[in-house]
C-alpha cells in the first residue's frame, strides 16, 4: 500500500507545496529506492585521524597557544603514552595518552625516593652539616636530596662513568668517585661518614652488607639503603620482566638482605616502603639503621 493513500489533506492553495505527511513519505520512498542503497554493503566506520603534537596540546588545554606548546615539546616537556617527544609535529594515534612532564625538585627520581623516606622515618633533619656517601649514585638523585637536606659534603660512588648530572659535579660539596667499586671504597682516604645512603641495582645488598659496613666503620653513622626485591632473590624466583608481585616473595627478599646487613652490625633496623615505585613498577623498602657499636666491634 502506498504510504500516502490515505492521506486526505491539501496539497496546499497553489497544489505546489506537498503537507509535512506527505513530504514525509515521499523522502522515505526515494531514500527506500536509491540503487546505491540496493544491496549496499554497511560503510565502515571512519578512522579517526592522527593529530599533530602541538595542536593536541592546545586542543587538551595543555597549553595556551601553539607558540607555547611548540616550545614545551622542544624543551622535551611532553609525554606521549610512555615516550618524550620533541617533535612539535608528530602525529598522536587516537586515545594516546598525552602530558606534561612535572619537573622534579631532584635531577632524577631517586631523590623523590629518598626525600619521601627520610621524612617518613623522621629523620630529615639529621642530615645537616653531615657527610654522606651515596653508593650506586647513578644520576645523582640521592646525592641531590642529601645536599638539599643540608648536608655538609656528598661522596658520590658508582661503579660507572659519567652519569652524575652536570651540575653536581660542578658543586664543591661533592667528591666524585667513578670507576669505584665500594669493596675497593677506602674510608682513610675521606673524612668520617656520618650517613650511608644506597640505590644499587644488578647486585645484592646482602652481598655487599660488608663493604657497606667498612666504608663507613664507626658507630651511630645513619645507613638508608634501598632494597629492591629483584636483586635479592634467587634468579630463578624472580618472574620474566622482573617485577616481583608476590608478597612473600618480596617479603623473603627483605629478610635475606635485612639478615646480612644484621650480621654486620646493623641491628634495631626499621623497614619502610618507598613511596616511589621503581621504574618498572616494583615495590621497594628502605633499610635504616643506626649501629651502636663500631664495625671491628659488630664482628669480634
Known amino acids: 500500500m502506498w504510504p ?15 503537507s509535512e505527511n506527505l513530504q514525509f513519505w515521499v523522502k522515505a520512498l526515494k531514500s527506500k529506492n536509491k540503487k546505491s542503497d540496493i544491496g549496499a554493503q554497511p560503510k565502515a566506520k571512519p578512522v579517526a585521524a592522527k593529530s ?6 592546545v586542543a587538551k588545554g595543555l597549553a595556551p597557544t601553539l607558540s607555547e606548546a611548540r616550545a614545551l615539546i622542544m624543551a622535551g616537556k611532553v609525554v ?18 598525552v602530558r606534561i612532564k612535572q619537573e622534579s625538585r631532584f635531577v632524577s627520581r631517586g ?21 654522606v656517601l651515596d653508593v650506586g649514585a ?44 665500594l669493596r675497593l671504597f677506602e674510608a682513610q682516604e675521606h673524612p668520617p661518614i656520618d650517613w650511608v645512603v644506597a640505590d644499587i641495582s644488578f647486585n645484592s645488598l646482602g652481598k655487599l652488607a660488608g663493604a657497606l659496613r667498612k666504608a ?41 638482605a635485612s639478615r646480612a646487613l644484621d650480621a654486620v652490625g646493623l641491628v634495631e633496623s626499621r623497614v619502610v ?28
Open 4 to 18: 500516502f493513500a490515505h492521506y486526505n489533506g491539501s496539497f496546499g492553495r497553489n497544489g505546489s507545496r506537498l
Open 52 to 57: 599533530r603534537l602541538d595542536e593536541l596540546l
Open 80 to 97: 606521549v603514552g610512555d615516550q618524550r617527544q620533541d617533535k612539535p609535529g608528530y602525529k598522536v594515534p587516537p586515545g594516546e595518552s
Open 111 to 131: 631523590g623523590e625516593k629518598l626525600w619521601a623516606a627520610v621524612h617518613d622515618l623522621g629523620v630529615e633533619r639529621e642530615f645537616q652539616e653531615k657527610v
Open 138 to 181: 647513578s644520576t645523582g638523585g640521592f646525592t641531590h636530596c642529601c645536599l638539599e637536606l643540608g648536608a655538609k659534603a656528598v661522596i658520590s660512588l658508582d661503579v660507572g662513568v659519567a652519569q652524575l648530572a652536570w651540575q653536581l659535579r660542578q658543586d664543591p660539596r661533592v667528591t666524585v668517585l667513578e670507576r669505584t667499586d
Open 216 to 256: 663507613a666503620p664507626r658507630a651511630g653513622t645513619g645507613f638508608l639503603l634501598l632494597i629492591k626485591p629483584q636483586f635479592e632473590l634467587p634468579k630463578g624466583a624472580v618472574p620474566k620482566g622482573g617485577v616481583v608481585t608476590d608478597e612473600a616473595q618480596r617479603l623473603a627478599a627483605i629478610e635475606s
Open 273 to 300: 616502603p618507598s613511596r616511589v615505585h621503581g621504574r618498572s613498577g616494583n615495590l621497594e623498602f628502605f633499610f635504616y639503621a643506626r649501629p651502636a657499636t663500631d664495625y671491628r666491634s659488630a664482628v669480634e
